[in-house]
């Protein structure tokens, strides 16, 4: 499943591809509370074009860009985040990710910094989503056994 | 309004179509008939998708939502298409 496609067209289609998805991927993160979407979606479009590249390019190549270390961390990089803004809610006598008390911190009125705090939690979310899928289908496609590198 | 009538009927119409596609995965011969069939649906839904987006008239918020689908819907194939070649690797 991981091993390089001998197709050229596939190959250059997704060469082409992955940044764009990755680019739409953000949009639909940072637009998570104004249309569809939101850090869950975003992650996992992240992750579809981190597939992409395993299915197209093998894991040799991947492993450069993103690799099984890299999904781990990332992983753990999202779950700090977002546990983090709703422990930081609670320091500031509020309810968990109650992002209103996080006014005080931001220097804003709570309005403003009740957008904030949901963006810097979709981008938690969304980290988090990315690597997890990523670790999923390669642990599925090499059933937990690391391949020879190419 | 006639407008709205028109993309209704198209709508409902690529809906009823969608079983006649779902016919051949289910009892299509042959792992290909499947996979372009299950390539079918996706397309169809994405139009499904931009008609339903036209008729509340959130064009703008669906647009997204089909551009992911089409995206998926390439990934998905894709996949499946590397599993059977991996399998014939096998025999």
Redo the contacts between chains.
Sequence with gaps: ?I?V?DDII?RTLARILVPF?QL?ALY?IMHGHY???GGF?GGV?LG?SM??LL??HGYGETKVRFSERGAVIFSSIGLLIYSGIGTLCLVFFGNFLDYGKLSTLLQVVPAHARSLGILGVELGVGFAVMAVMFSIFFDISTSGELPVDE | MVMTTFFLGIGVGLCILVFFVLYRVVFGPGIFNRVAAISAIGTKTLVILLIIGYLYDRIDMFVDISMVYALLNFIGTLAVAKYLEMEGERK
């Design positions: 499943m091993h496609s596939i998805i739409y639909v249309s569809p979407g979606q479009i579809a597939v992409l299915i197209t």
